[in-house]
């Protein structure tokens, strides 16, 4: 089951106005129609749009190439202005936006500046964190800084068991970042943000649920979440990720005993019309699985948002994805249409 908080979720209906509420009827509209007719088409902006900060990150996961320092792109850092300039063109249809991609978005030392530069443009905001750089100074500037979500990593609640996963990671110091970040919101009597573990099942952890469960409840955090993870791999399975809980798995097994996505692959993606990710130096890619920016949509620093979102490139890749979404790679290993969010 999809996992909903009231509070949440009035917070986020609150930075509607009548032209983003308009703007993602059009968008909306357009996709169904899409999907009746098999043509690809195109309205309104964007509602949700992910700023990657930067690349760089502190930890080595394995299923994650900035954690394994496989790109083939440069590494970098978003630049304030930039991404001011990019807001100011987006806010008046822009609903959510989202500080991740990949790296660690703390490593910015921008970062909190341009949240809080959103925040002001009416955008509900939310990042994804490792959480070891919450100082009680950093946890403060977050709390100040308006950001509505907060997602924080953990996925072990023991050391042995989280560095299998977040390699070159400290527990305690994702413990003592969150309970800062608990009293930050306290003490300052702020609704936000909203505060959640995610807690990415895979093998090495998945006897670990209800103590998860149990800390996240003396911390106080404001929810525990599941997550599913994302195996590139998946055939074979190297680092012996995929859970035995099914529940808790994106693949299945078919009668030969060969794993497959248990999303079905259709040619149908929400997401490519609702959303999209520009990365630290202003590629315009699909969505958060094109994490080595392959499929080139535009350049920010060159065109503008809207030339873009428009252009020929992105009406290709949608019809391509309309007419056979197991041919391009970065679908074929994707969760659409997947209950990815588990209790």
Known sequence: MLYVNWTDS????????????????????????????????????????SFEPTTSCNLRCPECPSGLRAFTRPTGMLNNDFFSRTINDLHKDLLYLIFYFQGEPYLNPD???????????????????????????????TVESGLDRLIISIDGTTQDVYEQYRVGGQLNKVLEGTQRIVYWKKKLKSRTPFIFFQFLVVKPNEHQLDDIRKIGKEIGVDQVRFKTAQVYDYENDPHQLIPTIDKYSRYKQDAAGNRQVKSGLRNQCWKLWHANVITWDGLVVPCCFDKDATHRLGNLQTQSFREIWQSEAYRDFRNQLTNGRKNIDICSNCSEGLKVWEQ
Request: net charge positive; charged share 20%.
């Open 10 to 49: 009035v917070n986020l209906l609150s930075k509607l106005t009548f032209r983003k509420l308009w703007n993602a009827a059009r968008v909306y509209g357009s996709f169904q129609i899409t999907r009746l007719t098999g043509k690809p088409i195109q309205w309104g902006m964007p509602i949700s749009v």
């Open 111 to 141: 970062f909190l500046k341009m949240v809080q530069f959103a925040h002001q443009k009416g955008i509900y905001t939310a990042t994804s964190t490792n959480a070891h750089y919450l100082t009680d100074e950093k946890a403060r500037e």
